[in-house]
């Protein structure tokens, strides 16, 4: 049997028209860049600087030029409209820059948020860990008690030294030794 190729009717049709051009996938972010950068333009002197020229030469011209060579006449009209048009603009753009550097701050905020609240912990941690150590130091022999103790053994060392030597000078001369004992009764020495 060969495959039924028409669709079934227990399944939902496909509604959407299909294109033979392929579709651009264009960045989201793309619009929002233009408007930072059109935000950031607007606030330079530069973009300050040519729009005053620009109104400068316009009003001049108008006033100032041959009647048949003047486009807008002394209220000015179309360069109000024009000036409005742009300021029209310009503000949703200002804003969406704005909103979008606001996203990006709100982003810095919490991460700088959560850098401070890691560093806190670390600090803490480590405030305990010093703590210990200092404990576990007052426990621990310092060089001046190793020191002290170094000395008084060897003063005792030097200590029993002498009495050894003196032990064994006595032990080597006995009748020196019984001598001494006479002169110590009170006998005469012959």
Do not use: C
């Not at 972010?29 to 333009?41: L, M, Q």
């Amino acid at each position: 049997m060969s495959e039924n190729r028409t669709p079934r009717l227990d399944t939902p049709r496909d509604s959407r028209r299909r294109s033979l051009r392929p579709r651009r996938h264009r960045d989201s972010d793309t619009f929002g860049v233009f408007a930072e950068n059109f935000a950031r333009y607007m606030g330079t002197a530069r973009f300050l600087f040519w729009m005053t020229v620009l109104v400068t030469t316009w009003i001049t011209w108008n006033v100032l030029a041959p009647a048949q060579w003047r486009w807008d006449d002394y209220p000015f009209i179309f360069l109000t409209l024009i000036l409005s048009l742009q300021a029209s603009y310009a503000a949703p753009l200002i804003i969406l820059a704005q909103n979008r550097q606001e996203n990006r701050d709100k982003v810095l905020a919490d991460n700088d948020r959560r850098v401070n609240a890691q560093s806190q912990a670390d600090m803490e941690f480590l405030s305990r860990e010093i703590a210990w150590l200092r404990m576990s130091v007052g426990e621990v022999a310092t060089r001046d008690f190793i020191r002290s103790e170094l000395k008084s053994l060897v003063s005792d060392l030097e200590e029993r030294v002498v009495e050894e030597l003196e032990r064994s000078r006595t032990s080597a001369r006995p009748e020196t030794a019984g001598e001494n004992r006479q002169d110590d009764l009170g006998s005469p020495r012959d």
